[in-house]
């Protein structure tokens, strides 16, 4: 267990009170950081936050109570859910950090395990790593300047993780130690060792070129929990709690530290932190910014309600990450040039009306709140008495005319340090109609070489400086009245003309003469005028900067459509060449025609900016603009316009679903893997794509993006960017980052969508040839159609020729035969035209019906052949049996195949009753698949080439039938059985 007064360290506040004893705040100085706490979700203003760390690309990690959360600039992201299925144990981590490699480290009370940015996958510490207890407590985790992660346990034991190699120091639990309970309390990088503070107050060293040789170290004198150490070239300086502070060398021990302000506090609690180019102390109430020698740089009020003590500090460069119970606090450098000045008259209204700065370098103010005097020593003098003290000008050079809301005019007396009342006297014009409406309200001072000019809300005034005597300005104009205008700034041409602005406009006053010069139709409140040569630039109350001509022309507007931070324009000043312009919300510089805003990111302490509130000191090149919370002093001498340092954003989150499939993912390696492509497979959609800009507390950064070359979009909190079932192609993302400065920042991205096959150039091409294919091959089927048609017709006229024209001739020489013959010989030869024309009109019909396509149902064709058969039985007498098919009703023949299976038939049915024994002639025929017509006969006795005969001619026709449809003829002659068989393969008679 610790010791009971390093118990009572948690449980009261102590520790090292460094800032204001050496460098005591001074109000009007300025300062070079500045403090923001950062909104880390937008429903909740208040965050407990237990550790605190940052990666290399800027982003904030940060732990709560069981959670880790990542900042990308405008929103956090759970870490945790993000690898709930990748942790292998439910463990609440208790200290994080993300090392120089992109390891985010978490470390609990037993395990150690640590989520790989790059991959976004989590790696478990094996045991045997890990110190060989239980209860592996976890005190600190730390990385060492040599880049080295450190991890502190409760029991003593040290683990040293360098790249992948993992080394444990169980020096301080070895014997002897671990009874007093000693564990690290601080840890540093020093002489090429690592220097560890113990709870004992003694140290120890460990030695990395020796093999992690350890050195444990006494220090005489020294008792007490070593609460932090920080390297000093040859010293290493020992912040001791209770004890003070001690410088250490390895020769000369210990002695005590001699740092000029330097003391201990017991009772406010603080952590003194190591960096790089900075030093940080923190308690419960601010932050002190220390140089490598422990000298206070500055010192920052923490903005926390509840004063909750600094439980975290990170420090990266010359920024500072501060956690505490309510929150994350930033310190940061501020804009180079950029201070402020800040009133001490006591009260929370701060706000600022005039200032006047005089050659020597001393400066009169005036707030709300009571005036001040500022010598040129520094030292403040506040004259409370004086309020609401508006406009400021130099009667002398100690005399000071003050124009105030509500009490008239005053004098400031600078070497008596004094106020008094203006003396002076109404003219008698001025006592006989004014002397109840006097000019209390004083808005705008000038002088001529003979008068003050009193700018007010009654109109203008004139004060002799000679007699004092006071007068008001009457004009001829009858649209008009001077008296109604409240006269906000006064431009002086000569003694009798010059420039009025007012709250309806511009007014040029020439003797008696009052012209109002812009807006030339309508009103609009101007609060000054600036004259940039032939320009004269006006500070509008709603429409923004406008610059005009002599003749009150419009030449240029400046609005927030330009870059402006707002249309109410306040204040006005000219200063080496840049415009400076204080608005209801924020500050600008103009030059050239470009807008440089100034926001609160960039340490403007205040965004709203007070009437006339200006001065230009050109002696020390310095403007000062008055706003609620004090005076904002520019150091013109700065670049303003020239290379500011860019806010980068990242691409941080990619969510994508698949259309059906329901699959979802998301991929939040993006900005450290260092893509610039996204391929979205076919069917998926790119549902959120989320940017971050880690630095966006520091300049107000704004993001846009455009898609190709559509145009800009703003991205705002918490917004994506999507593409939902986009087209296939590869889109064009710019991302643009946008701060307060002038230059902007831009990424490009690629989106490519891969197309589904049928998407694709090839498989149009391919589908392009299947139809130049398929008409191709329509064409050529056309071609063998017209070409087979041709070949029927020319058969039929073959066969109508050799058929029907041979009949016909013989007809034709029997009737001549006929008429020159003898009666007895007539019926002979009438008997053979009889029989001549009967065989013409068969062969006509068979000729007809094959080519007639309503018979080319294999229904037709049987009825066909079994019609011809019993016409031929009525002639010749036989005996038949016709086996014909189950499936006849049904199925398709092609012309071709019924015609000459018909013809085959015939020819085949013919020679078989011709050479037939007059016994059964059997007929079969089979349609299927495959055609087959088989007819069988018998035939008396051995006869010898009865093929022949029954073929004769007859059989080389049948043949060459059956070659023309594909078919095979084949004839069986056995034992006094004769059987000519015709077959057609499957699909042939389709």
């Known amino acids: 267990m610790i010791s009971s007064r390093f118990a009572a360290q948690h449980r009261a506040v102590i520790g090292v009170l460094i800032g204001w004893l050496v460098f005591w705040y001074n109000p009007v100085c300025g300062q070079d950081y500045t403090i923001a706490k950062l909104r880390l979700f937008p429903d909740r203003d208040e965050v407990l936050i237990k550790d605190v760390t940052r990666d290399s690309l800027g982003f904030i990690w940060f732990l709560t109570n069981g959670e880790i959360y990542r900042y990308d600039g405008y929103r956090s992201l759970d870490i945790l859910k993000t690898i709930a299925d990748k942790r292998h144990t439910d463990e609440m981590p208790q200290r994080i950090l993300v090392d120089c490699w992109n390891r985010l480290w978490m470390v609990g009370n037993t395990n150690l395990s640590y989520l790989d940015l790059k ?66 309390r601080a840890a540093t990088w020093w002489k090429g060792k690592y220097w560890v503070g113990t709870t004992a107050g003694t140290l120890l060293s460990i030695d990395p070129q020796r093999g992690y040789e350890t050195e444990y170290r006494d220090l005489p004198g020294i008792h007490n929990v070593i609460m932090s150490m920080i390297p000093q070239g040859d010293d290493l300086i020992l912040d001791v709690y209770q004890q003070g502070v001690f410088r250490y060398q390895p020769v000369n021990g210990v002695e005590k530290a001699a740092f000029d302000g330097l003391t201990i506090s017991s009772d406010i609690f603080n952590l003194l932190k190591q960096g790089g180019e900075i030093h940080v102390y923190a308690d419960n109430e601010s932050a002190s910014v220390l140089d490598t020698n422990l000298r206070v740089v500055q010192r920052l009020q923490i903005p926390s309600r509840h004063r909750f003590r600094t439980a975290s500090v990170h420090i990266t460069g010359n920024e500072v990450l501060l956690g505490n119970e309510e929150g994350i606090f930033v310190v940061y450098p501020k804009t180079s040039g950029l201070s402020e000045l800040i009133p001490v008259n006591p009260g929370a209204n701060k706000s600022t009306r005039g200032i006047y700065v005089y050659p020597d370098g001393a400066i009169f103010y005036g707030t709300y709140n009571g005036a001040g005097y500022i010598d040129a020593t520094g030292k403040v003098t506040t004259l409370q008495a004086l309020r609401h003290a508006y406009v400021m000008l130099p009667m002398n050079d100690n005399e000071l005319l003050v124009g105030t809301e509500g009490g008239f005019l005053k004098v400031f007396d600078r070497k008596e340090r004094r106020i008094r009342p203006l003396d002076y006297t109404l003219s008698d014009v001025a006592q006989k109609l004014y002397a109840f409406n006097l000019p209390d309200y004083v808005l705008s001072l000038a002088e001529t070489d003979t008068d003050y000019l009193i700018g007010s809300t009654a109109g203008l005034w004139l004060l002799d400086k000679k007699t004092r005597r006071l007068n008001r300005v009457e004009t001829n104009s009858s649209v008009t009245r001077l008296s109604d205008l409240q006269v906000r700034h006064i431009r002086v041409i000569n003694k009798q003309h010059m420039l009025l602005s007012t709250n309806l406009g511009l007014f040029e006053l020439n003797k008696k003469e009052l012209i109002k010069r812009y807006p030339q139709s309508g009103n609009l409140g101007i609060y000054k005028s600036e004259a940039v040569g032939d320009t004269l630039w006006l500070a509008t109350q709603g429409k923004g900067l406008v610059a005009i001509d002599r003749g009150g022309r419009e030449q240029h507007v400046f609005s927030t459509a330009g870059g402006l931070s707002n249309n109410l324009v306040y204040s006005l000043v000219y200063a080496n060449g840049i415009l400076v312009v204080g608005t209801a919300d924020g500050l600008n510089l103009i030059r050239n025609g470009r807008v440089r805003r100034i926001g609160t990111g960039e340490g403007l302490h205040q965004s709203e900016f007070n009437s006339g509130a200006a001065f230009w000191d050109q002696t020390r090149q310095r403007v000062y603009v008055g706003g609620l919370m004090g005076y904002t002093k520019l150091d013109m001498t700065q670049m303003w316009f020239g290379d500011s340092p860019e806010l980068a954003s990242y691409v941080t989150e990619i969510h994508t679903s698949t259309r059906n499939a329901g699959g979802k993912s998301t991929d939040y390696t993006w900005p450290y893997r260092g893509e610039r492509t996204l391929v979205l497979e076919p069917g998926q959609s790119l549902t959120g794509l989320y940017a971050g800009t880690p630095g966006n507390y520091r300049a107000d950064a704004k993001l846009r993006y455009a898609l190709n070359q559509g145009d800009w979009e703003p991205l705002g909190l918490g917004q994506f960017i999507s593409l939902i079932e986009p087209s296939p192609g590869s889109y064009r993302l710019r991302l643009e980052t946008r701060g307060n400065g002038i230059q902007t920042r831009e990424k490009e991205y690629a989106i490519v969508k891969s197309p589904f096959f049928y998407e694709t150039w090839w498989f149009t091409a391919l589908i392009v040839l299947l139809a130049m294919g398929l008409v191709l091959l329509w064409y050529r089927s056309r071609l063998r159609k017209i070409s087979r048609e041709q070949a029927i017709r020319n058969r039929i006229a073959a066969d109508l020729h050799d058929e029907v024209g041979s009949s016909l001739t013989r ?70 049996r016709f086996e014909e098919p189950e499936n006849s009703e049904s199925g398709v023949l092609s012309q071709a195949v019924r015609q000459n299976l018909f013809l085959i038939f015939k020819e085949a049915l013919t020679n078989a009753i011709k050479y037939s024994n007059g016994s059964e002639i059997v007929i079969s025929l089979q349609l299927g698949a495959l055609i087959r017509l088989t007819v069988a006969n018998r035939y008396e006795g051995k006869q010898n080439g009865v093929a022949g005969r029954q073929g004769g001619r007859g059989l080389e026709n049948m043949e060459q039938r059956a070659e023309k449809v594909g078919g095979t003829l084949s004839i069986t002659d056995e034992g006094g059985h004769f059987r000519l068989i015709f077959t057609l393969p499957p699909k042939r008679g389709v």
């Open 811 to 880: 007809i034709f020489f029997q009737a001549n035969t006929l008429a020159a013959g003898s009666a007895e010989n007539a019926g002979k030869q009438l008997k053979q035209i009889s029989d001549t024309s009967k065989h013409a009109l068969l062969t006509m019909s068979d000729m007809v019906w094959s080519i007639d396509s309503r018979f080319d149902t294999t229904k037709d064709l049987v009825i066909r052949m079994k019609d011809y058969v019993y016409r031929l039985r009525e002639e010749l007498d036989f005996s038949y």
């Open 119 to 184: 991959t976004w996958k989590v790696h478990n510490v094996a045991p045997d790593f890990l110190p060989p207890v239980p209860d592996r407590a976890v005190y600190w985790m730390a990385q060492m300047s040599d880049q080295t992660v450190m991890i502190a346990y409760e029991n003593g034991h040290i683990l040293l993780i360098n790249g992948d190699r993992f080394t444990r120091i169980d020096k301080l639990n070895g014997p002897g130690l671990n009874r007093n309970k000693i564990f690290p």
